[in-house]
């Protein structure tokens, strides 16, 4: 997810009065990122993906743009290519709006929840998560 970030920043770098640069947070936050992530899902997608899956979202693609249909856009499932998500705690809503969109369990969630709790947005949180995954059991996953 770096060039996830990365974009986040460009888009939103900001100089203040004094000249100095900054970033700037914004409504538009959300939508940046949101447009970021699918840059990146679109990317990866092919890479990792079982066959079944890209063939699910390629006849969904082709349904929406040759037969005009108004079916929501299929969502891959990227549960069956990874068993952990380390998604970047930026806030409640980020983690929300992922988990809904991905369809991702609390399961999958817990590792970005519990560092937010504990460290709150603090970008070298991270490696917190990272050690979350690490540590915690395998038999519960679901």
């Known amino acids: 997810m770096c060039s996830l970030h990365l974009t986040i920043v460009l888009d939103l770098q900001d100089e203040d009065e004094t000249g100095q ?3 700037s947070l914004s409504k538009d936050l959300m939508h940046v990122a949101g447009d970021a992530l699918k840059t990146n899902i ?5 890479l990792v993906l079982p066959f079944s899956e890209q063939f699910l979202f390629f006849l969904s693609l082709v349904g929406r743009k040759l037969f005009k249909m108004k ?3 299929y969502i891959p499932n990227f549960k ?3 068993e952990h998500f380390c998604i970047h705690a930026g806030g409640r809503a980020v983690l929300d709006e992922l988990e809904k969109n991905l369809q991702l369990t609390e399961w999958h969630m817990e590792p970005s929840r519990m560092t937010l709790y504990r460290y709150g947005e603090d970008t070298a949180q991270f490696w917190s998560e ?3 995954i690490l540590l915690k059991p395998q038999e519960d996953c679901v």
């Open 80 to 82: 069956l290519a990874f």
């Open 71 to 73: 079916n929501k856009p």
């Open 130 to 132: 990272i050690a979350h």
């Open 42 to 46: 679109t990317t990866l997608g092919p």
């Open 21 to 23: 640069s900054g970033v």
